[in-house]
Nanobody
């Protein structure tokens, strides 16, 4: 059974940085795509970034591009999200998720992902 555990959230001021980690256990080779999503209170869950274990391709939302970097360490079964220049609008619970197969063109859709972590809170104050 796949388990995903996020960590690294916290409270920072505008312009600060955080690095989120997602440790994956029970990973199957078929679960190649890893994504980060976030959900703010009263809002839908939204895509942030995605990558693949096999090729390390990267995809970002418009709001994340240029500020956030997704990476993975295959030896540690860990995916990271480095977040710089944080803004109050980035405040949300951040989730990592795993999906079957390659990125395809559905990497930004939450329904594509089979397994989810419980999330880690990120709060950015002005």
């Amino acid at each position: 059974q796949v388990q995903l555990v996020e960590s690294g959230g916290g409270s920072v001021q505008t312009g600060g940085s955080l690095r989120l980690s997602c440790v994956v256990s029970g990973l199957s080779p078929s679960l190649d795509t890893m994504g980060w999503f976030r959900q703010a209170p009263g809002k839908e869950r939204e895509f942030v970034a995605a990558t693949t274990w096999s090729a390390g391709q990267e995809r970002y939302s418009d709001s994340a591009r240029g500020r956030f970097t997704i990476s993975r360490d295959n030896a540690k079964s860990t995916v990271y999200l480095q977040m710089n220049f944080l803004r109050p609008a980035d405040t949300a619970v951040y989730y990592c998720a795993a999906a079957l197969g390659s990125l395809k063109n559905t990497f930004a859709s939450a329904s594509r992902y089979n397994d989810w972590g419980r999330g880690t809170q990120v709060s950015v104050s002005s």
